[in-house]
Each structure stands twice: as C-alpha cells, then as structure tokens.
C-alpha cells in the first residue's frame, strides 16, 4: 500500500461515501488540527479539497444529482490515511468489541492472568461510568458474572470477579498506570485464588507491551482472608465494550490479548490483532478461539472527521472544469458561530427537574413581573420587586431585591403528584431578620395543610399551617441560627410528603457556600397538591433578595446539585465534562495523577469561553477529537514528565529546522487574579531572564491573568507556574517538517499525535546545541498528495514541563542553591574543585551517585564526591553531550536536570 493511501468521504443519508476519485489530487488535500502555537486557544481544525463536478454531482441544490438533498452545510467528511499500526479499532463514542463464544477452556474457575496490550485516547480522565472495559468474560443478564478487565477514572487497572455469577469483588491497583494519554501500554492483572495462606492474592503488572517485561503497578499487593473462585459462566469472551454493561465509550486500540489458565499458565485465549489482515471481521487465533468483530474493525486507517462548511462550484469559460473546493472545519468552528452566553447555572439546572410551575427571576431591571420558561406556567405577578439588583449569588445571574410593600402570586399549573408529596424551593438572601414576625413565603394547597405561611422573627423560623376555614392547625417555630449575614445566599426546601395518615413536612434551609439546618414535624390529614403562590412580604423585610422559586411534584429536594453556587470546586475536567454533556457536545476527559484545578463559580457566558476558562485555569489543552465531531480536554496533569511518543534523528527532517531566541513568550513578572477574590504576583529578579536591565537580565516583561479558580490560595502557585514557563530559557523550535512518504517507518507513532504529546530530536549537527531536543506539539499541518505527505508539527519546548518525579534517578533530585568551579579546569580533567556559594554542600553519599552537572553547556557525570566542606572533590566523565571545552574558576555548577515542582 502505498503512503498515504489518502481518502476523503462524504456521510450521505446516513452512509458514508468514497469520493477519493473525485478529488483533484494535483491541488492536494490540506489538513490542520491544534493551535498555532503555546498559550493560544485551539483553531477548529481544517480541510481543503477540491471535487471534480462536470454532472454537477456534488453541487447541493441540483435536484439532478444522486445527492440532491443530502450535501448540506456541515455535512460529515471523513479523511482516512494508511500507515499506522494494525489494531482492532473501537472509536471513541463508539460501543465495538471482539467477542468469541464460551468454551470449555474459557471455563477458568480457579487461578488467572489476563494481560492486554492497548492504546486508548485516554488512560484516565471524567466519565460518566467512572472506569471503562478492556476484556471480560462477564454478563450481568441471568447473573452470568465470571471476571472483568478494567481501568478507572483515575488510572487504576481494576479487576473484578464473582465466585456466584451474582455477588462481585471489585479491587484496583494502589496507583495510576504510568501512560499518558494516547501511549501504548499492556496491563496485566494475576489472581491466586488460594494464596496457601487461607486467603487470595490480587496482583497488578504493566509494560510497554505484551512482550514485557512486567513490573508490579504499586508496591503492595491486594491479599485478603478466605480463599476465593471465579464462576464458571456462559458467557463469551470479549474484548473491548461487553455487551451488557453500558460503560464509558472510550476510544481504544487494542493490539493483543491473553488470558491464561492459571498465573503464568497456557493460554486459553490470545488473539493477536495487529497479525490480521486489514478489514478481518473473523478470525481464529493461536488458541484456537474464533473471534468475530461487532461494531468495531481492524485496520491501519486512522480517520479525522470533520464538517463541510462551504460548498463553493467553479467553473472556467463555457462550462468546462467544473469542480467543488469544498472546505471542512472542525466543530469548533460551528460552536462558535453566533454562540449566544449560556444562562446561569441554576437557570439551566433546574427546568430540567421537571416543576411543574418555576421563575427563575432573573428579568432585567425594568421588569415589572417574572417570566417562566415552563410551557403552561403563567408569569408571576409582583409588585415592589426592584429586579436585576443584586448578581451576587454565585449560580444565578442578577436577582431582585424587595421594598416594603412587596407581594407575589401565581396560579400552578394543575398536576398530579405521582409520589403524594411536592416541594416548593426557592432562594433568599438577607442581611438582618426582622425585629417582629414577618411573613416571606406563603402558598395554599389543596391538602389537609391548606394554608402554609413561613414567617421570619428576631429569632426563630415560624411555620404556620391552616385549614380550608383559615384556622390555625399548627405554628411550629425554630431557631434560625445563622440564615441571614450580609452577602449569603440560602436555597430553601418546603416538602409535604403523604406518611399513612399523616403528612410530613420538612423545611431545609442550606448556605450555598456550605452548611445550614433543617427541621420536621408532622400533621394528621394528606399533603394535596400546591395551587397558588400567594404571598405577602412582612414590611421590615425590605432589602430581602431573592430568585429561583419553583414548585415540583414530588419531595425529592435533589434538585440543586451545586448548581447554586456555580459549581464552584469542581475540577477543571469536571466541568468541562458537564458543560458538554449539558449542551449535546461528544467530549473525553484526560487526567493525570495529582491535584486537578478547582474552578470558580461558572457565570454566565458563552460555551467556549467557558471552555476557555476552564482551559486557562488549569493549564490544560482543549482540542478536538480527530475521530468524531467531537472534543477532547488535556489536563495539566498529563502533561507533566512525559516520554517521547516520537524519536527521530535530526536526518529524517525535512529541512529547515530553525531555532528562535526571541521574546515572543517571555514574561518575567506575572500577576494572576482570581475573579471578586484576591491576586498574586511572582517576578524573576535575577539570572538572564529576570527583569534586571540588560546586560544582566531582559528588563521588564508583565502581564496580568485573570483566572477563575476557586481559592485566593491557588493564584500564588499559578502565577509562579506561569513565571516558570514564561522565563524558560531555552531556544524554541516553532515548526518541525517531517516527510512522511519519505519516510513511512514513522507514520504509527506520527499519526498517533496528539496536541501536547512529546517528540524528542537526537543526532543533531554540530551548529545546533547539543541535544536531544525535546519538544511539545502543539498542533499541525498536513498535506496530502497521492504519493506525497508532509506534516509539520508546531511545537514548544517541553522543559518546562519535565517536573520533579519522587525517587527518579534524573529527576527527583534538588538543586544547588550555588555553586562554582573553585579553580579553571581543562577540556579533558577528570577532577573538578567545586565551591558552594549558597546553601549545603553536595552529598558524598554513594548511593546517590552517579548524577549529571551542567558546567559552561557541557555535561558530566559525576562518580564521586569527597569533602565534608566546602570546596568538595568531584570525580568526573566529561563531554557526555558532546560538548568539548575548557572551563574558568567561577564557572557556574548546576544539576544538568534539576527537579521542578509541579503547579
């Protein structure tokens, strides 16, 4: 097959339709994906080709063509290349496995290895199943449960059994598996049902492949009392989604299986998918097991999916060369365009909970009565509302206030209530309580309670209930604590809910930032159902704001999530996972171990710009997912430490590789703000790029970010994260062309790119400092002609991003705070006489030994250090980067790689 093997595809009617044939090959295919560049927003990605149209096939609005109809804006295009690594191929969004039937040799009731060799988009990350299948011998329909591969949210390996079919074990390994997203990894998972110690062993492994070697994921092993077995079900064998569980459809490449009849045992099963022949739907594998693809395929094509969003017909003098240059993009495009600002996040929430009558009120400030998004729902009719006055809730745009004549009415819609309960919900907020009783909510029913009015006092919450004939049935008063302060906002609960032949009511009083109180009691009759809002406002309540009111047909108070106050803590991938689930927006969240970016209160605003914040705040990359119209969101956290998903010598470049010293990306005093909360600010001093006047630094590069994050204490550490990159110093290589055709060994790990992942550069010449250089890809361009494909990959310098790893031998080891050579040395001296100006001295212990310094550019290895002071004796190899030279007393000694905290 020849590189590239280009194909272009249009979806028609639901079908996808080859038109390769069509294309003008001679104008090329172009196709762009990422950013430009660090610290900008992702582009939408792009496409350009041109179609071939003498029967004007491929022009939309001609009732002539076969596609009359069906070639509107945004239709699907899907470009496809060859190359890659042969792999079962699950999309992401996509339910595919491999499944083969039950057998005798399936049947393993006692000890067992599974082992998987995978590539999934995301090894952990925000789902809404929290873990996602790898393989399984595993039905919940008539409790057909053997045992399941699997990997969670937090990138555990997790395995699961059952010794009944019914009852399971569930157990995951102590740490996260060490991949980053989108590399290559093999998980094993080993089970000793009888340890010979009256109970059973659980072991996690992984390794690069299948191949191994293995090393134990986390240092303890999962051992409990009572021995174990594992049900010998009917199921099938599968590998992949299993067929009945509704887990994450995370994208995956699956390149071989195992599964062995006891802990290093014979395989019973061991389908090896990168053996197959491309589009193979049935095979048998080396164990004997037929295997059948459903809802997946086996290939070496990889596809980027994208939206046609111009269809432009040419033609030359008297109709000849007709053609189509169509131009596809990415969905980010179509999401932005005319995107209007999302509503708050309770004005979303909750019309969605199914009430039966709610007013957001949030009307502008002119209004004279709230509106309700509810069909049916007549508005609420009020007087002395000063609306738009106050926008200090944290999940609602600006809510009235009231003065001393305020009253509200509405009549609720006629329902019935499914569970004989319902709830009336609101928020509140007030900065004193009234000196006498004053009335603040009241509603009539239908129920024994047929009157309710809540009142507030100096010091209690009073709830009076009246019959049909307006008597007091019951005044229930409770001390109200702490339901009022200046700048709090409450959500308050009323439920009515039928208990044989009483009715419950509770009344729940909860801060949206945190704690508050609630009371029960209880009255002989039914709840009924809520007929009319019909309130009075006590006079010394002027002042008291207020919004979100609604009525509901059942008790659930579930209604709020943390709607009310914004979300605000959740993580920077938590909300980005939300927010594109609340708006229909196919999305996978990658995450990494450590501490995820807790985000402010989420305002209103536009989808993407509330993507942005997410974006700038944690420091992550949101791009969009080649295999589907749809997005993926990087964390920082995956991005920390990273292996190289591509090596490739200096020679196989496409010239020119140009190094750029400039000061695009510098920025040596940095302040970060946190939206209503607190700033910090961080400034390099000194060294070449502080802001010292030059020659001894650059002078001053500020700026200011203002980032919605959740504390005031986490704008310190990300202004000093964003000073550390800002003032990395070292050269930046902005592009790096690669000719694929050229050389086509390198597709699988070029095509597998992903904005974020790392390439590292060897070999290079004499007039480039010496390196490897590692470099962080942005984004890219590609183009494609039919026997030509270049790429060029925009890219960062990755250093920044090689934080401190604990017990690595490169880099979990601190610096000195200053040190120098004592004395000038040779090129070819051995022995160096290092002084510590600051701070200790180094260590003399063995086992720390050998570690790299940095003198003038040049590295060396350092294998012994004597001297209990200062200066010290270091035994040194020379030029281990290459760099041959002579070295002046004073010259600066640094750890060539020395341990960066993470943000």
Excluded at 79 to 102: E, F, Q
Excluded at 145 to 160: A, E, I, K, P
Excluded at 489 to 499: E, H, I, P, S
Excluded at 579 to 604: D, F, H, Y
């Amino acid at each position: 097959m020849a590189v590239p093997d280009a194909r272009v595809e249009l979806q028609i009617a639901g079908t996808w339709v080859d038109v390769t044939d069509d294309v003008l090959h001679n104008q090329t295919i172009r196709y762009s994906w990422g950013r430009r560049g660090e610290g900008s927003r992702t582009d939408p990605a792009a496409a350009s080709f041109t179609l071939r149209n003498p029967t004007g096939t491929y022009s939309g609005q001609n009732p002539n063509s076969p596609y009359y109809g069906h070639l509107n804006r945004n239709t699907p295009v899907r470009l496809s290349h060859g190359g890659a690594t042969m792999a079962l191929v699950i999309p992401n969004g996509v339910l595919g496995r491999a499944t083969t039937p039950d057998t005798a040799a399936l049947d393993i009731t006692g000890d067992i290895d599974v082992r998987a060799d995978v590539t999934p988009r995301a090894w952990g990350g925000v789902t809404s199943t929290s873990s996602w299948e790898v393989v399984g011998k595993y039905s919940v329909t008539l409790n057909q449960r053997s045992w399941m591969l699997l990997v969670n949210d937090n990138g555990t390996v997790q395995f699961r059994w059952s010794a009944d079919g019914t009852a399971v074990n569930v157990h995951a390994s102590s740490i996260p598996v060490p991949f980053a997203p989108g590399q290559r990894g093999a998980i094993r998972a080993t089970l000793d049902v009888n340890n010979g110690s009256g109970g059973w062993t659980l072991t996690f492994y992984t390794a690069p492949t299948l191949s191994g070697s293995w090393t134990q994921l986390g240092t303890a092993t999962v051992t409990t009392a009572g021995t174990t077995s594992i049900f010998n079900s009917t199921t099938a064998l599968e590998v992949g989604d299993v067929a009945s569980l509704a887990f994450a459809n995370v994208g995956r490449e699956i390149h071989a299986v195992e599964v062995r009849n006891g802990i290093g045992g014979s395989a019973v099963a061991n389908p090896v998918f990168t053996s197959q022949a491309e589009g193979t739907t049935s095979f048998a594998d080396a164990a004997g097991r037929t295997w059948s693809i459903v809802s997946a395929s086996i290939t070496s094509r990889r596809v980027r999916v994208l939206e046609a969003s111009s269809w432009t017909p040419r033609w030359g003098a008297s109709g000849v060369d007709v053609t189509v240059p169509v131009e596809a993009a990415g969905i980010l495009r179509r999401l932005g365009q005319g995107a209007k600002a999302l509503a708050s996040t309770l004005a979303r929430r909750l019309p969605k909970q199914a009430p039966v009558a709610y007013w957001p009120l949030e009307d502008g400030s002119d209004a004279t009565r709230a509106y309700s998004p509810i069909a049916g729902c007549p508005p609420l009719r009020v007087a002395d509302f000063d609306f738009a006055s106050d926008d200090s809730c944290p999940g609602s745009s600006a809510l009235p206030s009231i003065g001393t004549a305020a009253t509200m009415h509405a009549a609720i819609p006629p329902y019935s209530s499914p569970t004989n309960g319902y709830l009336v919900a609101m928020l509140y907020s007030i900065d004193t309580m009234p000196a006498s009783k004053s009335a603040w909510l009241s509603i009539q029913t239908t129920g024994t309670g047929r009157g309710i009015v809540l009142n507030f006092t100096a010091l209690n919450v009073v709830c009076d209930v009246y019959d049909s004939t307006n008597t007091l049935i019951t005044s229930q008063a409770f001390a109200n604590g702490a339901l009022f302060g200046p700048g709090k906002w409450f959500r308050f609960d009323l439920t009515a809910q039928v208990n044989g032949g009483n009715t419950d009511i509770h009344l729940g009083f909860v801060d949206v930032e945190g704690g508050g109180l609630q009371w029960n009691f209880s009255i002989a009759g039914t709840p009924g159902v809520v007929t009319d809002i019909d309130t009075g406002f006590g006079t010394e309540l002027s002042g008291m704001r207020l919004g979100h009111l609604g009525v509901y047909p059942s008790s659930n108070v579930g209604i709020w999530d943390s709607s009310d106050n914004g979300y605000r803590g959740e993580s920077a991938g938590a909300r980005v996972f939300r927010l594109a689930n609340e708006e229909s927006v196919p999305v996978l969240i990658a995450s990494g171990p450590g501490t995820a970016t807790a985000m402010g209160p989420q305002r209103p605003s536009t989808l993407l710009d509330l993507f942005g914040e997410c974006e700038e705040a944690d420091g992550g990359i949101l791009f969009e997912d080649r295999e589907r119209a749809g997005l993926l969101f990087r964390t920082r956290s995956t991005l920390y430490s990273q292996a190289p998903k591509l090596t490739i010598p200096y020679g196989q470049l496409a010239p020119p590789l140009q190094p750029t010293a400039d000061d695009r990306w510098l920025r040596n005093d940095r302040t970060v703000k946190r939206p209503d909360g607190s700033s910090a600010r961080a400034v390099l001093t000194s060294g070449a790029l502080s802001t010292a006047a030059p020659p001894n630094g650059v002078g001053v590069y500020d700026d200011t970010h203002t980032l919605n994050v959740h504390l005031d204490s986490q704008v310190q550490g990300l202004a000093e994260w964003l000073l550390h990159r800002g003032t990395w110093d070292e050269s930046r290589y902005p592009t790096v062309r690669i000719f694929l055709h050229k050389y086509s060994a390198l597709v699988p790990e070029v095509c597998a790119l992903s904005p974020g992942d790392i390439i590292r550069i060897t070999d290079l010449p004499v007039w480039l400092p010496p390196g490897p250089i590692d470099l962080m890809v942005e984004g890219a361009e590609e183009i494609f002609k039919t026997l030509e494909w270049t790429i060029t990959l925009s890219c960062s310098p990755a250093g920044p991003w090689a934080i401190g790893v604990l017990d690595d031998e490169d880099l979990g080891r601190l610096d000195t705070n200053g040190a120098e050579l004592a004395s000038g040395v040779t090129s070819t001296a051995t022995s160096l006489s290092v002084a510590t100006t600051s701070g200790p001295i180094w260590t003399t212990a063995s086992a720390d030994r050998p570690f790299d310094i940095r003198v003038g550019g040049e590295v060396m290895t350092v294998t012994n250090v004597t001297g209990a002071s200062s200066p010290q004796t270091f035994t040194v190899t020379r030029s281990v980067n290459g760099v041959v030279k002579a070295h002046s007393s004073a010259a600066d000694v640094r750890l060539a790689t020395p341990t960066i905290l993470a943000l």
